[in-house]
Every structure is written in C-alpha cells, then in structure tokens.
C-alpha cells in the first residue's frame, strides 16, 4: 500500500474521490472511503465516513465522534455527538473537564490555561465516546444525536428528532426524545437485508437489470447474484485527510475502513 502524503487544496481532494466545498468546516483529521461528499458542513471533526455517505446543509451540521457508515444521508442543521458535560459537578463548565486537543482556543488563553485541570491529578469527564452511524441511514433536518449512541444500518431518524438512545437497525424514529414508529419493512425482509448487507457489494454493474424500487424482487436478485458469485465486493480507497496551517489538505492512503 501507497502511503506516501499528498498536499492537495480543496478543489484538487475531489479528483481523489472527497467533496468538501471550501472545507473550513474540517477541523482534524478526517478518514474517508471514496466517493464522499460534505457539502460545506459547520464543523467535522474526528470523524469517518463510508463510501457514498454524504453530509448536506452549508455551514449547518456539526459531527463529532463519528464514525458513519456507506449510503448514509445526513440532512442539514443536524448535531451529532456533541461534547457532553457533566451536571452533578461543582459546575458544568469546561474548566473541570477541559482537554487540550478539545479546548486548544480556550487554552491560549493563560487564564483558563491557569484555571484548566492537570492530569493525571484529577480526573477528567470522558469525552472519548464514538457516536456510531450505521450503513444505509437517513438523517432528517434538524435532528440531533446524542454523543455514545448507536444508530443500526438502515434506520431512518427523523426530521428535528433528539435520539438519546441506540436505535434498532431498520427502525424509524421521531420526537423529542426519539421513539420508535415503526420499522421500514416486514421483520423477515429486514432480516434478509440485515443478512445481505448489500452495502458491501459494487451495486453499478446490476443496476440496469434490478429495481431498486421494490424491496422483494431487489433482494430475490441481489441474493441469487452472490449464490451465482456474480455480487462482488466494492473496493474503495481509504485515505485520512489532515488540514494543513496553509489551507491546504496532506492526503494519506490508509488501511481500509471497513473489513466486511
């Protein structure tokens, strides 16, 4: 494997598979499969997303923490895995809890800098908790996802949602706090797709012949083109994508996302 760094602007990351606008939204480290699309997003940091996952909303969502599968479709203004602080503590503010790749503009301040904990002396809150997005979900507008939490593949979160908790794969949840409506289809389809896992495979070769449409015949085809071995896997590209002091981009090529 290639893991030679690239420095790259921009608009040349999308010749390698990574849509990001002007990218002033990306604050670390980014690892990403090819094709992925942020389009312009608030904040993004510390995350990974799966190929053809996209980020919608210019200068709305912010993600933190998160680690998101392939296909998955986050819609604008959404939060996702937030800092949390504590509330039985003397106070809730970050001077208690304050971690310096976290709070690094607090920080250069010599005050806080004064005020801020010193580990290993005392104890900080965890804020090292990954926000799991599974494959195949879909995010609505406004939705916000607690730091910690598990989002199965393929559940549907609605618009303006606030999830506290895991929500099952294939379920759809609305309301503040989420609950479950329903899922999106009968518990043995569901069943067939959880087994499939159709996210794995390269899709473009049958798209002419399945209609995606209709969730039986897709899977009774899809299921007789990996008997046949003619479903074969889609290999993409992994990179990590680090932003640079001069607004320019190091690329990195890296061991590949996901394992399937």
Not at 39 to 66: E, H, M, W
Not at 103 to 111: D, H, N, S
Not at 144 to 155: E, M, Q, S
């Amino acid at each position: 494997m290639n893991t030679a760094t690239t420095q790259l602007s921009a608009t040349e990351l999308v010749e390698h598979g990574l849509y990001v606008g002007e990218g002033r939204g990306l604050l670390t480290p980014l690892v990403c499969e090819r094709p992925v699309w942020l389009f312009d997003p608030r904040r993004i940091k510390d995350c990974a997303f799966g190929a053809y996952a996209y980020v919608n909303g210019q200068y709305t969502s912010s993600l933190y923490d998160c680690a998101v599968g392939r296909y998955t479709s986050i819609a604008e203004a959404v939060v996702a895995g937030a800092y949390e602080h504590p509330t039985e503590w003397l106070s809730s503010h970050p001077f208690l809890f304050a971690e310096p790749q976290q709070f690094k503009a607090f920080l250069r301040q010599p005050e806080f800098a004064r005020l801020a904990p010193e580990p290993p002396t005392q104890k900080q809150w965890p804020t090292h908790q990954t926000t799991m997005i599974g494959h195949d979900v879909w995010i609505g507008a406004g939705a916000f996802i607690k730091r910690g939490v598990r989002i199965g593949d393929g559940a549907v979160v609605a618009a303006h949602a606030v999830v506290t908790r895991d929500v099952p794969p294939y379920s759809i949840v609305a309301g503040q706090p989420a609950k479950i409506l329903r899922g999106r289809f009968d518990s043995r389809s569901i069943e067939r797709l959880q087994r499939l896992q159709w996210w794995r495979y390269d899709l473009a070769p049958h798209k002419a012949t399945i209609d995606f449409r209709h969730i039986q015949g897709a899977l009774d085809a899809l299921e007789q083109l990996l008997a046949e071995g003619r479903l074969l896997p889609y290999q993409s590209q992994t990179s990590r994508i680090t932003p640079q002091p001069d607004g320019h981009y190091a690329l990195t090529v890296v061991e590949p996302l996901y394992s399937f």
